[in-house]
């Protein structure tokens, strides 16, 4: 079993120390990889460049051509919380070629899976506009690859960063080809704001987009409920070819900018849960991007926690942080529930 990992230091030249979204949050990656016995296990896949046809497939001309001015015009800012160097637009190139690379290396028999180390993050990018830390949207510019030009019918991407994907969702609300679900933090406060369950899709995209809305403070138990009541079945029902993840780790208890409380235990067990159901469905066929996570310890832990489970093999992860704080955890049997009830891909005798 071959997991690749994909990376480049060129990654690190889109950067701005003071956003929580800087390259030390990938440098403490690559720092606890090296001392990890687990890198002797991994085969390291170069990364290319997105081509125009890639970019094209999940963005419009007018997307990625203001991306380009505004990297060309030096430093700039394309909302309140998304920044540009003169860099970013080739490393968010790559970025998104390393997904498309990791997802060729896994089709063709070249890995077992792969995780693309990658930033600038993506999900949040929609069809036309860069946004939340985005430029381009990584995992959808690999799934179109997938599905226009690597033969593939049915890819999942499944999302467990805590914010939502409102950029995934948006570029493939209508095409049924793709099953998007995304567990995520929601209500008040919530960044972005979308992912409600109500959000199914529309058109031939209809019960392809499957969201599980969370309540602040919802940690490893509610997660692990989520997936194994909600996400998994609905996986298993699709029946994907491959299986895309946006793997984001801000949901850590100790993450400055979620609001979950989740601990890396929880992590590593809904990441054992895909990893399960990959084998049954889809040849093991995995392939993880890089999207958020701000506490560096933690996010590295994360990481070496999904590599860990993607080798199939037994062992513990340094965990520098444990258990979330004892608290009360808001329950989330009724929104799973009603999800279980009205999801088109749940409910009894749905095709």
């Given amino acids: 079993m071959t997991v690749a ?22 440098r403490a990656i690559k720092a606890a990889l090296e001392r990890s016995p687990l890198r002797s296990r991994l085969a390291v896949v170069e990364p290319r460049p997105a081509t125009d046809e890639e970019l094209l497939a999940a963005h419009t001309p007018a997307q990625i051509q203001a991306v380009s001015r505004a990297a060309a015009a030096g430093r700039a800012w394309l909302d309140v919380d998304t920044y540009v160097r003169p860099a970013s637009y080739d490393v968010a190139r790559l970025a998104a070629g390393a997904v498309v690379r990791a997802t060729e290396a896994v089709l063709g028999g070249e890995a077992s899976s792969a995780f693309a180390l990658v930033r600038p993050p993506g999900h949040h990018a929609t069809r036309a506009r860069a946004m939340g830390f985005c430029l381009f949207n990584n995992v959808a510019v690999a799934a179109y690859a997938a599905l226009n030009r690597m033969g593939l019918e049915r890819v999942a991407i499944i999302d467990w960063d805590v914010h939502h994907g409102n950029g995934t969702q948006d570029i493939f609300w209508e095409d049924g080809r793709v099953l998007y679900c995304s567990t995520h933090g929601y209500g008040r406060g919530f960044y972005p704001g979308t992912g409600a369950a109500e959000e199914i899709g529309v058109g031939a995209g209809h019960g392809t987009t499957l ?6 403070g919802a940690g490893d138990e509610a997660l692990g409920a989520a997936f194994e009541q909600v996400i998994i079945p609905a996986l298993r029902r699709f029946n994907p070819q491959l299986i895309l993840i946006s793997a984001g780790y801000d949901a850590h208890w100790a993450d400055p900018l979620g609001s979950l409380t989740v601990s890396l235990s ?5 990441a054992a849960m895909v990893y399960n159901l990959a084998q049954e469905c889809c040849e093991g066929r995995i392939v993880c991007a890089l999207e958020g996570g701000y506490n560096t310890q933690a996010l590295a832990s994360c990481v070496l926690a999904t590599l860990q489970v993607l080798t199939g093999e037994e062992g513990e992860v340094s965990d520098p942080f444990g258990a979330a704080p ?22 009894a005798g749905s095709e």
């Fill in 326 to 347: 004892a608290g009360r955890s808001p329950s989330v049997e009724g929104i799973l529930a009603t999800i279980r009830r009205s999801h088109p891909l749940l409910t």
């Fill in 266 to 270: 929880g992590y590593a067990h809904i």
């Fill in 211 to 216: 969201n599980v809305p969370l309540p602040f």
């Fill in 5 to 26: 990992i994909l990376t480049d230091d060129q990654y690190m030249d889109h950067d701005y120390s003071a956003h929580p979204e800087n390259a030390e949050r990938l």
